[in-house]
């Protein structure tokens, strides 16, 4: 019964489209969230399993989230959840999803070219895809993403307009950007600023590190409604788009305040467990590159250390021989995992990571101790 509903409401939603096509335009490709079992529940499953059941097939290059597991991992997790996660991606995967499991699909299973028009989930995706590559998509929800991943089509609003991707707030940054901590503060302070309006960025001194801009927008798109930020010197087009009059000057001392904020204040007791948790978004290649190295400055770490990267990088960086001496130096690598991952929720921890959209996930949904660190903090603090 649920399964004849369920095509029938796709099968209107499909007519309406073609009786005003004018409403919507065609996609070349998807991101889907709304994929881990501990944020969509028995429900989510359940309308996954009907849809998948009901034989829908995605009519674009569809590629998924990442889940809370890492099946290969030997930090197991409640089976019912294991169980359940592994029955979402087999529903996704049988509508016909690369089973990419990343919120960085750009690097690997869905590369994007500039002007390419899609509907993408995952706010860090969608940020990265419009800013960096000049790419088109809205900052869709999991159901709208999966409506438009099943029909080809996506509503035209929001950025898929004419002026669509207008700027409407300059903000001007002054202050240092000492490490990947401060980019990501500067990109959660904007968004609190911005809403859903699209900002322009000037920074008088830019650090030119894309990786600086990957946790600017992931923090952006925590705190932040727009799907995307003019970075002066950096989105394709930038030089073109009509600069705003509207003037924001964001202080360091803003930052300062939202790190404090997102950080523990108070010492750990002893005994308190604590992890560092980093790859949020997944790694890169070059970011575990770069972990690797500061890495061998020290013997051992006092605490543990979680990395969390896509399962692409991971055999790339394994087959570069890179992922072996992390796990010489105690690193766990996960793969397919969010760092919302399922063990932590249960277990509890004392979270140290160098990432803001991890911090204020963990400690507002999981209810963790946070505090953040960058990567070089870190090493100092608990390298030995
Ligand atoms: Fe990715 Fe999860 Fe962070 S989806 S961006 S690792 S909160």
């Known amino acids: 019964m649920k399964t004849r509903v369920t095509k029938r409401v796709f099968k209107r939603?499909?007519?309406?489209?073609?009786?005003?096509?004018?409403?919507?335009?065609?996609?070349?490709?998807?991101?889907?969230?709304?994929?881990?079992?501990l944020n969509i529940g028995d429900a989510g499953l359940e309308f996954l399993e009907d849809l998948s059941r009901s034989g829908l097939k995605f009519k674009v290059r569809t590629t998924i989230n990442p889940g809370c597991v890492d099946y290969n991992s030997n930090i197991k997790c409640d089976s019912e959840v294991m169980e359940k996660q592994e029955r979402i991606i087999r529903s996704l995967k049988n509508m016909g999803a690369i089973e990419s499991l990343t919120c960085t699909p750009y690097l690997f299973d869905n590369p994007l070219r500039k002007n390419q028009k899609t509907a993408w989930a995952e706010s860090s995706a969608v940020l990265y895809a419009n800013s960096i590559i000049g790419a088109s998509t809205n900052k869709e929800g999991s159901l709208t993403a999966l409506a438009s991943a099943i029909l080809g089509y996506t509503a035209r609003t929001g950025v898929h307009l004419r002026n669509g991707k207008k700027p409407r707030i300059l903000f001007e940054y002054n202050g240092e950007l000492k490490d990947e901590v401060d980019c990501g503060l500067l990109g959660y302070v904007m968004g609190m600023k911005a809403g859903a309006e699209i900002?322009?960025?000037?920074?008088?001194?830019?650090?030119?590190?894309?990786?600086?801009?990957?946790?600017?927008?992931?923090?952006?798109?925590?705190?932040?409604?727009?799907?995307?930020?003019?970075?002066?010197?950096?989105?394709?087009?930038?030089?073109?788009?009509?600069?705003?009059?509207?003037?924001?000057?964001?202080?360091?001392?803003?930052?300062?305040?939202?790190?404090?904020?997102?950080?523990?204040?108070?010492?750990?007791?002893?005994?308190?467990?604590?992890?560092?948790?980093?790859?949020?978004?997944?790694?890169?290649?070059?970011?575990?590159?770069?972990?690797?190295?500061?890495?061998?400055?020290?013997?051992?770490?006092?605490?543990?250390?979680?990395?969390?990267?896509?399962?692409?990088?991971?055999?790339?960086?394994?087959?570069?021989?890179?992922?072996?001496?992390?796990?010489?130096?105690?690193?766990?690598?996960?793969?397919?995992?969010?760092?919302?991952?399922?063990?932590?929720?249960?277990?509890?921890?004392?979270?140290?990571?160098?990432?803001?959209?991890?911090?204020?996930?963990?400690r507002g949904s999981f209810r963790l101790k946070t505090t953040l660190k960058s990567l070089k903090e870190f090493i100092k603090e608990y390298g030995g």
């Open 13 to 37: 939603i499909l007519d309406s489209i073609q009786a005003g096509k004018k409403r919507y335009i065609k996609i070349s490709s998807a991101h889907l969230s709304g994929i881990s079992y």
């Open 199 to 362: 900002p322009y960025l000037r920074i008088k001194k830019s650090t030119g590190n894309i990786l600086c801009y990957k946790q600017l927008l992931a923090g952006f798109g925590t705190s932040g409604a727009a799907p995307m930020v003019w970075i002066e010197n950096l989105t394709p087009g930038f030089l073109r788009v009509k600069k705003p009059r509207r003037k924001i000057v964001i202080d360091r001392t803003e930052l300062e305040e939202q790190k404090r904020i997102l950080s523990e204040e108070a010492l750990p007791f002893q005994g308190e467990r604590r992890i560092f948790i980093t790859g949020c978004p997944h790694m890169s290649l070059e970011e575990i590159k770069s972990f690797h190295e500061t890495l061998r400055s020290i013997d051992r770490l006092s605490v543990e250390a979680w990395i969390f990267t896509s399962r692409n990088v991971y055999s790339e960086a394994f087959r570069k021989g890179l992922l072996t001496e992390l796990f010489e130096k105690g690193v766990r690598v996960f793969k397919d995992s969010c760092v919302m991952h399922c063990s932590l929720k249960k277990e509890g921890a004392h979270v140290i990571t160098n990432s803001v959209k991890a911090a204020y996930y963990l």
